[in-house]
């Protein structure tokens, strides 16, 4: 599954992932290959990204929207600060 992350002033993350969470606005869930597709908006929370080799990293978002379209995973953000 592909993930990118995108500011209004940058590209913060591209690459293959196993897996995302965002803090959807009913509530934190996860994103894994295979998913429906969907549409959603995003509210101040923690993005946790785990990557195909396994490593982990973690951003603070204000707000934005996730879009998921045949293991495609798009997040556009806004007040993103990186935590790990």
Same mark, same amino acid.
């Given at each position: 599954?592909? $993930?990118? !992350? +995108?500011?209004? &002033?940058? &590209? @913060?993350?591209? #690459?293959? %992932?196993?897996? *995302?969470? @965002?803090?959807?606005?009913? =509530?934190?869930?996860? %994103?894994?290959?295979?998913?429906?597709? !969907?549409?959603?908006? +995003? *509210?101040? =929370?923690?993005? /946790? *990204?785990?990557?195909?080799? #396994?490593?982990?990293?973690?951003?603070? %978002?204000? /707000? =934005?929207?996730?879009? @998921? %379209?045949?293991? &495609?995973?798009?997040? $556009? @953000? /806004?007040? +993103?600060? &990186?935590?790990?």
């Amino acid at each position: 599954m592909n $993930l990118v !992350i +995108l500011t209004p &002033e940058k &590209e @913060v993350f591209a #690459g293959t %992932i196993k897996s *995302v969470k @965002v803090p959807g606005t009913s =509530g934190q869930f996860e %994103i894994l290959s295979g998913h429906a597709p !969907i549409v959603s908006s +995003l *509210v101040e =929370g923690e993005v /946790r *990204v785990l990557d195909d080799q #396994g490593a982990k990293s973690s951003y603070t %978002i204000e /707000r =934005g929207f996730v879009e @998921v %379209i045949n293991d &495609e995973v798009s997040l $556009l @953000v /806004r007040g +993103l600060q &990186e935590v790990s």
